[in-house]
């Protein structure tokens, strides 16, 4: 884990939390911006949010998954400008 987790977070906070650090990695490394990267981490969060943690097996993957896809979701809209 990236974190010291919170045990007073709910489970989908504290995994986000856990591994905040590495998503800021990878939507950063992917769009070369702080600010373009703290965008798709907050819409990752919102995704995150809804998801039945029940049913993710892997959770870092499956928000590194949701990362990688918010920013290549990003780096179109920003292509089109």
């Known amino acids: ?4 987790v919170d045990h007073a977070m709910d489970p989908a906070t504290a995994a986000f939390v856990a591994h905040r650090n590495l998503l800021f990695t990878v939507a950063y ?12 981490l907050q819409e990752t969060w919102l995704l995150w949010a809804g998801v039945d943690l029940h049913a993710v097996r ?21 292509g089109r400008r």
């Open 29 to 40: 490394e992917m769009l070369g911006s702080a600010a373009d990267a703290e965008d798709v």
């Open 58 to 78: 892997d959770q870092r993957a499956y928000l590194v998954r949701i990362t990688t896809r918010q920013a290549l979701k990003r780096l179109r809209t920003l």
């Open 1 to 4: 884990m990236d974190r010291a």
